[in-house]
T-cell receptor
Framework: DTAVSQTPKYLVTQMGNDKSIKCEQN?????MYWYKQDSKKFLKIMFS???????INETVPNRFSPKSPDKAHLNLHINSLELGDSAVYFC?????????????FGPGTRLTVT | AQSVAQPEDQVNVAEGNPLTVKCTYS??????LFWYVQYPNRGLQFLLK??????LVKGSYGFEAEFNKSQTSFHLKKPSALVSDSALYFC???????????FGTGTKLQVIP
């Protein structure tokens, strides 16, 4: 079974559209994250939820809105997509927020905005 | 504030030779340090971490890392490189008491047959 899964794997859409990416983890972890990896492979934290509560909210445009219906799921909705949103988005999870725990990453969603 | 630096964008090493990928960090308190590997078109995979105690940490696939507090470094090492080790390597730090992890900019390791 895949520990952290994301759908879709690829997403191609036009500017101005709204799209969602879904993430699920079956590890029983309390904490989940969204990261953005740009074309230079830099990895930037966007959001983190701990047991459905938002705990990290980096400087991200308001067009990005995360939602955690339960601690096993974390979705990312993006409104009014722009060319600069093209990137690979990774979901990750860890047992708890903070502490000496590594993160488990999903396979990524490659978003291309045309 | 915490930060981490990977001074080399790319490291080239011949197969069979030892490899080192450098990482330095900056924290106010004590760090938790991590190394991750990313193969093309894949998510990051955890390799090893330093929490406390022994400065030499052993991890997956024969990798190890040495924590050096005085030099604030956590370099990744492997005695004998394999072509299959070619990938992008990320160092990361979380200061104790913090929730956020800060990742370095990544180092591309190229192992030449």
């Amino acid at each position: 079974d895949t520990a952290v899964s994301q759908t879709p794997k690829y997403l191609v859409t036009q500017m101005g559209n709204d799209k969602s990416i879904k993430c699920e983890q079956n590890l029983g972890h309390d904490t989940m994250y969204w990261y953005k990896q740009d074309s230079k492979k830099f990895l930037k934290i966007m959001f983190s939820y701990n047991n459905k509560e938002l705990i990290i909210n980096e400087t991200v445009p308001n067009r990005f809105s995360p939602k955690s219906p339960d601690k096993a799921h974390l979705n990312l909705h993006i409104n009014s997509l722009e060319l600069g949103d093209s990137a690979v988005y990774f979901c990750a999870s860890s047992p708890v927020a903070g502490g000496p725990y590594e993160q488990y990453f999903g396979p990524g969603t490659r978003l291309t905005v045309t | 504030a915490q930060s981490v630096a990977q001074p080399e964008d790319q490291v080239n090493v011949a197969e069979g030779n030892p490899l080192t990928v450098k990482c330095t960090y900056s924290v106010s308190g004590n760090p938790y340090l991590f190394w991750y590997v990313q193969y093309p078109n894949r998510g990051l995979q955890f390799l090893l971490k330093y929490i406390t105690g022994d400065n030499l940490v052993k991890g997956s696939y024969g990798f190890e890392a040495e924590f050096n507090k005085s030099q604030t470094s956590f370099h990744l090492k492997k005695p004998s490189a394999l072509v299959s080790d070619s990938a992008l390597y990320f160092c990361a730090v979380r200061e104790t008491g913090y929730q956020k992890v800060t990742f370095g900019t990544g180092t591309k390791l190229q192992v030449i047959p």
